[in-house]
């Protein structure tokens, strides 16, 4: 007798049927609905959200202003096209981003839909106000997979057989200090990095012809990556020296999740441009590019934006996820969550050698998996394997890295302690089994 096949099992026999291989799967999960930490799939089990939709729901999901806001907003109007018709909703969300964001004495932002188009607007920025068509980007970051973001993004997986890439597009070692820096210290690795910087402006682009560096202050996809503190001061300083833009992408780091609105406040570093996304809607599709207001002045007319830039309905979502935020603390809560995560798993690695390194800023943590004690050997299989036991559990999981050998976690800042222990244990309890 044929076993039935439960409806999480059918539903993904249908995605399989229908929709392009080209899509990925992270995780096997389904759902009927979602709340706060939790996840319930179409068989009615609950699950415990430790991937957040990517970074996406850092207020929960579906949280009860936010949703009342879009109704709100959809029973008013849709969508007009803020080309065509001015409304209140892009205004106000533009005024509270930069008093949250402040690039400076003056800050002006663009709303956009998806984080993807706001590096590619940024990029267009940047080139307009210094006439310079040179970028400088980072090995393991990742900038989205439209044609510009495609060519800033590192993995090569996410881009396999999809040139020719943007030109005038140069990398440079990112100062990954768990992966590089061998026997050097600190402050030795950031000296040689910079130094890397500073050569690379003689044998690598002429630094006149570069308009902007593009860097995540802490990577996403890299694998939760955060840059040194010294670094990041430093490529502050060579940018000023040579007229160069510097860009963050704060698109996985930003709203709340480091225990910041954007990780470059955790340094004290600003940026000239930033980019936002995913966490500021809780969920529906809405981006934004902010900078001094005279590099931001500096694009013509027509030059950035296009059809549903700030779509009202996500505007209004965005104003109620940043009120909630402020009203939960959010901020203060990812630090607090953070610290529960990284002790924990700070003390498992004692007795788990495949755990090479727990890093991270706030509640945005990422564990690497490693051969032999060696950061050049990645330990992608047993990654795999935790994340698919864990799926079994009851716990969402997704990988980060260039070789998918790290676990990010990336829980809802609302998760319940109870919650938060109940999906760590979970993942000890499948770490051990598994090594």
Known sequence: MTEERTKSQQLLDRRKNIVA?????????????????IITDVDGNEHIDFAGGIGVVNAGHCP??????????????????FNVVTYEPYIKLCEELVEILPHGEKTKAMLISTGAEAVE??????????????????TEAYHGRTLMGM??????????ASGPFAPEVYRILFPNFYKYHGTQSMEEFVETELKRLRESAHSMVDINSVAAII???????????????????????????????????EIQSGFCRTGHWASWQHYGVQPDLSTYAKSMGSGLPIA?????????????????????????????????????MKDEKLNERAKYIGKIITDRMEDFRKECPEIGDVRGLGAMIGIEFIKDNDPGKPHTELCDKIVKACAQEGLILISAGTFKNVLRILCPLVITEEQLNRGLDILEDQIKKHT
């Open 288 to 324: 934004a590019v902010l900078g001094r207001a005279e590099i931001m002045d500096a694009a013509a007319s027509g030059t950035i934006g296009g059809t549903y830039i700030g779509s009202p309905v996500c505007c209004a979502a965005a104003l109620a996820t940043i009120q909630l």
């Open 64 to 81: 009860e202003p936010v949703v009342k806001a879009i109704q709100e907003q959809a029973e008013k109007y849709l969508h007009t096209s």
């Open 21 to 37: 291989n080209g899509v990925g799967i992270f995780n096997t999960a389904t759902v009927s609905e979602a709340k706060g930490a």
């Open 121 to 138: 607007n940024a990029i267009k920025i940047a080139r307009q106000a210094t006439k310079r068509p040179a970028v400088i980007c980072f």
């Open 151 to 160: 060519s800033l993004t590192s993995k090569v997986n996410y881009k396999f």
């Open 215 to 249: 860097v995540e202050p802490i990577q996403g996809e890299g694998g939760f990556n955060p840059i040194p503190q010294k670094y990041l001061e430093g490529l502050r300083s060579f940018c000023d020296e040579h007229g160069v833009l510097l860009i963050f992408d």
